[in-house]
């Protein structure tokens, strides 16, 4: 799961939504406020279920042929994509209305992010959340992954990932659904452990 569905799956406390962003990257600053630590944890725990689920193999799987040893962080970046398909299914608000409070989130806690986060291509105007809706938001999410792999594992072809993932989208809709519903029925139980 990438970052959309991070912060979608975060969205009830602000600081969740920055802690589920930043999870993954280092060096993070030390004392953080305890919501955006709960939000790291959440974005852990969330990724444990993903390992764990069929479904999330499945889509996996599907993207092998193409993406090899990078299929999990290929289905991360296509899941958000899918769930922007199905956004109306998970959210009562609007994408645009959704991401726009995301980078609100982010601009709050801005002194706190990760220097990565704080680079021109994360500011609102670009709106890189809701840019995973097309082939080239796709494209550039992937390029972005290319750009921090080292040279010793090469990283796909990402055109030959995003037309087998085109080929494939519809058929990955329904474990995609079944996968982020076992997500949802997952959360309260996390949630009240954070």
């Known amino acids: 799961m990438n970052y959309l569905a991070h912060a979608l799956l975060a969205q009830e406390r602000d600081g969740w939504v ?9 060096p993070r600053p030390k004392d953080l406020p305890i919501e955006i630590l709960q939000g790291i944890v959440l974005h852990q725990k969330i990724d444990g279920i993903a390992e764990r689920s069929s479904h999330f193999h499945e889509i996996r799987a599907a993207l092998r042929p193409a993406a090899g040893l990078y299929a999990g962080v290929v289905a991360d ?4 994509n899918l769930l922007i398909d199905q ?15 995301v980078y609100t989130c982010l ?8 220097v990565y986060w704080r680079r021109s291509d994360h500011e609102p ?7 995973y809706q097309t082939r080239e938001g796709l494209e550039r999410a992937m390029l972005r992954v290319r750009a921090k792999v080292s040279s010793t594992r090469r990283f796909p072809k990402i055109d030959e990932v995003l037309n087998l993932y085109v080929q494939k989208q519809k058929s990955l809709s329904l474990p995609f659904i079944k996968f982020f519903d076992e997500l949802f029925e997952s959360l309260p139980g996390i949630k009240e452990t954070l």
């Open 18 to 26: 920055v802690g589920s962003l930043i999870a993954d990257f280092r």
């Open 77 to 80: 970046i296509c899941c958000d």
């Open 87 to 101: 956004w109306q299914r998970y959210s009562q608000l609007p994408l645009e209305k959704f991401t726009a409070h």
């Open 107 to 114: 601009h709050a806690s801005k002194d706190l992010l990760p």
């Open 125 to 131: 105007h670009e709106d890189w959340l809701a840019s």
